[in-house]
């Protein structure tokens, strides 16, 4: 191999030192951020996020622990004003069956279809506490936005030739039936929960149509 | 270096025999002037170029809603969250339409040069800015797939990934003479390369750790499932609306206990056991070639075929090197025809 000159040398321990060092401490980082919570996490946790978010932020519980194992239905409604100023409620509208409609028999089903409403209704669950009142925080008042914006587009600015004055969302999960040889009782299906009507502005539509 | 007993002694002064180099001495020659996996290095590049490319073609059509002015991720919405995360995206530099669409065949470019490894660093540094720019740009409508591209763009811009396989090895080919002798190289210079091979040495390190983790996370959680464990746990996803373009496959898939049950057990031993093989070749490629099918089985049925390429490239690092070279020797003649394909209407006369 080559001689080096003793600067030469300097440099390349040098930076060899520091890129080992630093592959070492990504790599700890990393195993430490998708390892379970534990002692040496949570001792430093702060250091940790500040390597790992946002650009090597990961995720690989991929249907762990358990799957999913119900079917997640989300349904919007609208109220449309008439010119005489009559107010109308329309039909609910399944948002999740459109998607589900889209991705059967598509090879390669667009995020559009498959990504955006599951995982904004996913974000607005995270994003809002189960107990009745809680005011929501910045990232639940994003999460609302985006699902409102989300139906309009699909909605348009009017329903059956009338102005859209209001939306409302309701949800339900459906369980998966257990395999037809199991013995097991299905697992439990929650109604159909309803959001409150939220107001619809011109500021919604922006850039949407 | 070892002076051989047949090497005639042409200089009156006796050579000075050289000390053996020492552990350390070896290893640092071989971090710093040996280029490890570069045809991992090439076909992980071509790999995820491929998935990439293939992503944003077929997201072409609804690329403004996904990522652009017509996205329900307003402008104003992904600057509020952005302002907490920090996450880099250009786009944010400005919300006009020219921009963003600027930025997506910019993207489009950059994954088919990573393909053709054209200026393969200038192109990995492209492609790294332009992934991260349009998925941080709305990180909502992303899944597995969009996340293992965002971590490998980043850590193919550290590796040499443009030594075989690309428009610069074709190149550097043609411009090399072979009768010349190598010229002597600067120190400069030496150094220069050295350090680029340190960082394509631990680049190689953190893309195959990287794939390590994925399949241990994966695992190991797994085997803490209640449905895992009991072996039901394939039927549930067969089931989901959203996975499911096939229903008619999926429930043929699903309707038997035991194929349920054998792929279930299958895929949780596959990933835990995964990293432990990695000392053995053979087993290694094994587990390898069974991971690779099982990704393309999940691109058909659970409607994932971005994912799952995105996954099989990410698997390609693990490949044994010979078998790398024995299919590019088989791709030479195909690629031959293809360029005389190509090129075949510019050898025409011009009519006149």
């Known amino acids: 191999m080559r001689t080096w000159s003793i600067p030469a040398l300097t440099v390349l321990c040098l930076s060899g030192a520091g890129m080992i060092g630093g592959t070492a401490i990504l790599l700890g980082a990393l195993f430490l951020h998708n390892a379970p919570s534990n002692a040496l996490s949570q001792e430093y946790r702060q250091q940790l996020d500040g390597l790992v978010y946002p650009e090597f932020e990961q995720n690989w519980k991929l249907f762990a622990p358990n799957p999913l194992q119900q079917n997640i239905t989300v349904d919007a409604r609208v109220q449309t004003i008439a010119d005489d100023g009559e107010v109308h409620t329309r039909d609910w509208v399944g948002l999740s069956v459109q998607d589900a409609a889209a991705i059967r028999h598509n090879p390669a089903p667009s995020h559009v279809d498959q990504n955006m409403l599951r995982r904004a209704w996913d974000f607005y669950e995270s994003s809002h506490p189960a107990e009745d009142g809680a005011v929501p925080g910045q990232r639940g008042k994003l999460a609302e936005e985006y699902l409102k914006r989300i139906a309009l587009q699909r909605f348009g600015r009017t329903a059956g030739g009338e102005r859209i004055l209001q939306i409302q969302f309701r949800s339900a999960a459906k369980a998966v039936p257990p395999p037809a040889w199991s013995t097991e009782e299905p697992g439990e299906s929650t109604p159909y929960k309803e959001l409150p009507w939220w107001p619809v502005n011109e500021d919604d539509y922006r850039g949407l149509l | 270096m070892s002076g051989t007993a047949t090497e005639p002694a042409a200089d009156a002064a006796p050579v000075r025999p050289e000390p053996a180099p020492t552990r350390f001495e070896r290893l640092f020659d071989a971090f710093t002037g040996t280029v490890f996996g570069r045809h991992q290095a090439a076909v992980v590049r071509i790999g995820f170029g491929l998935a990439w490319l293939g992503f944003l073609l077929r997201e072409w059509p609804n690329r403004r809603v996904l990522y652009g002015d017509r996205s329900p991720w307003s402008a104003d919405l992904s600057d509020t969250l952005l302002s907490a995360t920090h996450a880099f995206t250009v ?228 490949l044994p090197t010979a078998f790398l070279v024995r299919v590019g020797t088989l791709c030479r003649p195909a690629a031959g025809r293809l360029r005389a394909a190509v090129r075949l209407p510019a050898t025409r006369p011009p009519s006149p």
Request: charged share 15%; glycine share 6%.
């Open chain 2, 91 to 318: 786009l944010s530099w400005s919300d006009g339409r020219l921009w963003f669409e600027t930025v997506y065949h910019l993207g489009i470019l950059a994954a088919l040069l990573m393909v053709l490894g054209w200026r393969t660093r200038a192109s990995a540094v492209l492609f790294a800015v332009t992934v991260l720019s349009l998925q941080n740009r709305n990180v909502l409508v992303g899944d597995g797939g969009d996340n293992v591209v965002h971590l490998m763009a980043m850590y193919l811009v550290l590796v040499r990934s443009g030594l075989v396989w690309s428009l610069d090895a074709r190149r550097r080919a043609r411009r090399a003479d072979p009768a010349a002798p190598a010229a002597p190289v600067g120190e400069l210079r030496a150094v220069r390369d050295a350090l680029v091979t340190m960082l394509h040495n631990c680049g190689m390190v953190i893309i195959a750790a990287q794939v390590v983790l994925i399949y241990s996370t994966a695992g190991w959680y797994k085997v803490q499932g209640s449905r895992w464990q009991d072996g039901t746990a394939l039927h549930y996803p067969l089931r989901l609306d959203y996975f499911t373009p096939w229903p008619e496959l999926s429930a043929l898939l699903g309707s038997s206990l035991l194929v349920t049950f054998v792929l279930s057990y299958g895929t949780v031993i596959l990933q835990v056991a995964f990293p432990f093989t990695l000392a053995n070749r053979r087993l290694k490629n094994a587990l390898l070639a069974l991971m690779i099918a099982e990704h393309c089985a999940i691109a058909v049925v659970l409607g994932l075929p971005f994912f799952s390429l995105a996954m099989i490239a990410a698997d390609l690092v693990f």
